[in-house]
């Protein structure tokens, strides 16, 4: 088992990350809990959660289910959560356990942080895209006029990444998830990038996950603690995020997953990066890679002025013009702002160029 | 106008207090803001909701009214206003001010707390009750089984505390407010007591106000700022408050206010104090204060059981006894655990002398 060590704002926490370490919540837990309430979702709860509860003794452990899905980070399921962790008297000093994938962990972690005005909270994330939100501190619903709009900066005491429970992991979750390790491998480490480049998703092991998602974990990290010193920095992980959000919304959420999405998005900043420096950052063997993964990149129904008009949306986030992440070179991100006809004519050279490339 | 520094876990910030000081809130924002939602109350929106928007100049200022009353710290509230701030347009970047007393100031703390993930908040209080939210950071609404249960830690970064305001207050309120102000004084300021103890609420001016309610600010940031230091001393702000909420939760919220219940909680602390500890702390005096002014003590269709009940409910927060603040001696506040019976034998003599007082 190894351990990352995280330093929020608040506080400092380990992210435990290993096979099979579930059994060893107890433990690992740095003070014991005389309540303990398991948030997860029917999937996942079907799959692991005897294993977690059977593992934690000498607490009154209760749990709560949620269906599983994004439709679940809703303020329904907020309240509903918090009405269940008052029926089984929950106080100040109880522990919140988020056992399952982003959307269980953005959700608990939000109850668990509003909670009498915040309660510990553990995470145990059981997929891969969950290593992103393993660090950072956001936590959140959805409003119905849009994603991650109610939440807060909140960290868990701790994180226990039990990649033996990735192995039931469906195949489009464990391409969400690569897709921002991808990302992480193209801001910070190239060695990374070479190393998943040669990964078949069906065929990985527990090692080389570990690997991977350590390295993800440790990028974003830093990236983050940087960000307290410089402003800005951590915009840069929104690298693939301005078009992906904008196809993840158009195609509707559950359609594509988050980190489908996000492939696209980072096969296109790649693109336009390549182009804007005139340097060869290999938009070529990224895209061989992602058809090999069967990430789904056929674009031909999806319309360009739709897409435009939400990152146009997006972008009152900070002023007029849409801002994107770009690589100057390879680990070298830089924010730029963009005209909308600029980004209109890459966006179709980029979707003509990714039906060429399915053309061979 | 006088200003005094709150030393928040997060930031340190300015309350300022004085007269007519709301037509100067546009120069006291430490910066400026494209886009302000004042967030206030019907009873307050007809009185000073034009002379705050009018005062802000540069910005686009959007309102939203919520019904007045405790019954708008509901999740209902909590989501209709961030609808309402997401269809202004409202972004990382603009400020949320809450124009009224505690239940506009814990809703709209608690908004601008989450919206996206938090963005800067003013309180304008209204009420002399809302002096107490101005420091310590809660911000909270309510859930169906119990008062701020879901809420945050969230320093405003600023407070406006024009006293001007408080002349339309409904004495009641007034009253309410001033139980607060009574309790900081037997807490750590003698002299402030007996300043209080010469009030007729009917008649106090501005002048008067301000000094009251600086000194009851600075108590209750002394408390909590050292409580940072050594843990538990921010409990001492509960004098009055075991009995007070009970009593509050069994007559109906809204049939009596916060501190007019807290009045009697805090009239019976001091009349346990004097037994407890053989001293005299003058709770004749109190009681012959408060009658003057009108608080409601009648206690002879309240049930000892039920206050007992409630008040065991409550201690589930810390452990399996009762919780209850006392005075060593004036100025010195004790925490102790009581036994059910002796908290119930010290109920009824209270009551008794309550009547006895009466009879007079
Ligand atoms: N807080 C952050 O910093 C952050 C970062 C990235 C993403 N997110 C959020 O995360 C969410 C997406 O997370 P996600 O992709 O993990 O989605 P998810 O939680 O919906 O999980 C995907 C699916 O896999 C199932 N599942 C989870 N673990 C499994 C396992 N081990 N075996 C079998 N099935 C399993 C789930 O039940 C679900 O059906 C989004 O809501 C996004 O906004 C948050
Ligand atoms: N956050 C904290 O630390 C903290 C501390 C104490 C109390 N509180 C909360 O505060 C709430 C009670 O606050 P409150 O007593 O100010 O109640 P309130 O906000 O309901 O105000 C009382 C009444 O007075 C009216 N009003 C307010 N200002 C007025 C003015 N200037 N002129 C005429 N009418 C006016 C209001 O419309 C309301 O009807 C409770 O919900 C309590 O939980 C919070
Ligand atoms: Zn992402
Ligand atoms: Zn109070």
Known sequence: MDSILIHANTHTYPVYIGENIRFQLQELLPKSYDSILIITDDHV???????????????????????AGEQSKSIHSFYELHSQAIRYGLDRSSLIIALGGGVVGDVAGFVAATYMRGIDFVQVPTTVLAHDSSVGGKVAI????????IGNFYSPIMVLYDVSTLHTLPLKELRSGY???????FLADEKLLWDVM?????????YERIRHLEKG?????????QDEKEAGKRKFLNLGHTLGHAIEAELGYGSITHGEAV???????IDVSEKEYAINLHADKLFTWLT??????????VCIEALLKRMKMDKKATNQRIQMVLLEEMSKPVLIEIEDTT???YIESFFAKLQNWYGH
């Open 45 to 67: 709860a079907r799959l692991y959660l005897d294993d977690l509860s059977n593992s934690l003794e000498g607490s009154s452990v209760h749990t709560a289910i949620i269906p």
């Open 142 to 149: 959805n409003h119905e006029s849009g994603k991650n709009l």
């Open 179 to 185: 897709a921002e390790i991808m990302k992480e491998a």
């Open 198 to 206: 040669e990964l078949d998703l069906t065929h990985n092991d527990n």
């Open 217 to 225: 974990i440790q990028i974003k990290a830093n990236t983050v603690e």
């Open 263 to 269: 492939a696209i998005g980072l096969l296109f900043a």
């Open 292 to 301: 090999n993964n069967h990430y789904p990149l056929n674009m031909d129904n």
């Open 343 to 345: 980004l209109r004519s």
